[in-house]
């Protein structure tokens, strides 16, 4: 829909990110190929960012990027959600069940 994907991660999400290539191929993969700071640059950057519960997710939300936290029921988004006023999220007991109407709704509560 006319929006830039970028694909951050290390280099062992490689397997993960070429199945999302399968169905949006244009999404640009630097997983594997920033340093932090550059990662932190990308995400500053970012007008959105959306992922499950890790690391970049959590810098994206320190930098105040809006940001879109998905989490299994591996972990608890009470406790470990990112803080902050730009910050939605939803959770699905298997991550691959989370719909996403589900998380557009929570890109759609941010823009709120």
Same mark, same amino acid.
């Given at each position: ?36 700071? &550059?990662?932190?640059?990308? @995400?500053?950057? =970012?007008?959105? #960012?959306?992922?499950? *519960? ?38 699905? &007991?298997?991550?691959?069940? @989370?719909?996403? =109407?589900?998380? #557009?709704?929570?890109? *759609?509560?941010?823009?709120?």
């Amino acid at each position: 829909k006319g929006v830039a994907c970028v694909a951050v991660g290390t280099v062992s999400d490689a397997e993960a990110i070429s199945v999302i290539k399968i169905f949006v191929p244009e999404v640009v993969d630097v997983s594997g190929k920033t340093t932090l700071f &550059e990662l932190a640059g990308i @995400l500053r950057r =970012a007008h959105l #960012v959306v992922g499950n *519960d890790t690391g970049p997710l959590h810098l994206a939300a320190a930098l105040g990027t809006p940001t879109v936290a998905l989490f299994s029921g591996k972990s608890n988004p009470i406790w470990s959600k990112p803080p902050g006023p730009k910050v939605a999220w939803r959770q699905s &007991e298997n991550l691959a069940d @989370l719909s996403v =109407a589900n998380a #557009v709704s929570a890109i *759609d509560e941010l823009r709120r």
